[in-house]
């Protein structure tokens, strides 16, 4: 009697991998255009007389429950409990990743345009590079370097045009959101030593709740809980979307996709960040694009595209 089971039972793996890599694809993708749509979001809102730590205040009161219940999931999914120092380490990221990172870029989207905001941010992965150089000798190779002098070489060309407009807004600005990618890349390179112990959705909840906390303690420490009532209706509106699907579905998006698809291939999708920031910042807010920016934006993601590759292949 034959043992091999009939064609209708057996199983191809083959369409099942197409489709995750699909999906992947489509998560990582959606997640690099929300988390750009922030700096766009930011922008609207200050046309109605906000400022970076209220409007700050309000994305982390919206974000925060769905942090909780990420918190929570993870948690029942977890059998380890954190012990003091793995919580130190915790809230230090959350610190430097979503608190003061997010920050520092409001308070610089108040002087710069939200195409070359985006543009600096995308200088996090050689920033990481040049930590992991200073902290553990990690010599960069001829492509990575290659990549930071292409990626830094477009953000400057960027940047000369803005400077061009309005030269003390522009320094100002370019070096508030630089500083932010510079906590920001510290949290990835920190992230990196502990997430293996921790896990991936557990750090990123733990980290991203503490940073809420902060974000809104800080606002109750200087002003009075009862002036975030006091805005215009567009920016409770604004504040919804930046908190739900700028901030909490990215991290969602992003963090699925790279199980599906690896983070070499979710670096190189995240390209889209940056040309959606230039369609709906041109679209809705009537910012200029001159050439100097086009060309500055090929070169960022061509620097991107280099570690992306770079990456792959190790």
Not at 14 to 36: D, E, K, N, Q
Not at 45 to 57: E, F, N, T, V
Not at 136 to 148: E, F, I, N, Y
Not at 193 to 204: E, N
């Amino acid at each position: 009697m034959s043992t091999v089971p009939p064609r209708a039972l057996r199983i191809d793996p083959a369409p099942t991998a197409r489709r995750l890599a699909l999906s992947g694809l489509a998560l990582a993708a959606i997640g690099a255009v929300a988390a750009s749509g922030k700096a766009i979001i930011v922008k609207l809102a200050y046309r109605h007389g906000i400022d970076a730590m209220s409007l700050l205040a309000l994305r982390m009161l919206v974000a925060f429950p769905f942090f909780v219940l990420m918190g929570l999931w993870a948690t029942r999914r977890s059998h380890q409990r954190l012990d003091w120092r793995q919580w130190l380490q915790v809230a230090g990221l959350g610190f430097s990743g979503y608190y003061l990172s997010s920050y520092l870029d409001f308070l610089g989207l108040a002087y710069i345009s939200a195409t070359l905001e985006r543009l600096i941010l995308y200088l996090s992965p050689t920033l990481v590079m040049l930590i992991a150089l200073v902290v553990l000798g990690q010599r960069p190779s001829r492509s990575q370097l290659l990549a930071l002098l292409v990626s830094y070489g477009g953000v400057l060309l960027a940047f000369g045009h803005d400077i061009a407009f309005d030269g003390r807004a522009t320094v100002i600005g370019s070096g508030l959101v630089f500083a932010g990618a510079l906590s920001y890349a510290i949290y990835l390179f920190g992230s990196g030593q502990v997430v293996a112990r921790i896990g991936a959705l557990r750090l990123t909840a733990y980290a991203s709740g503490i940073a809420s906390v902060l974000c809104v303690g800080q606002y109750l420490l200087t002003r009075p809980a009862g002036d975030l009532l006091g805005f215009a209706a567009p920016v409770y509106t604004l504040s919804l979307v930046n908190g739900t699907l700028c901030t909490v579905l990215p991290v969602l998006a992003i963090m699925i996709g790279v199980k599906h698809i690896g983070p070499a291939l979710a670096a190189q999708v995240s390209m889209l960040g940056p040309v959606s920031t230039i369609v709906l910042s041109v679209w809705l807010l009537g910012e200029p694009m001159g050439l100097w920016q086009s060309i500055g934006t090929l070169l960022v993601l061509a620097g991107v595209l280099l570690l992306g590759r770079g990456a792959g292949r190790r």
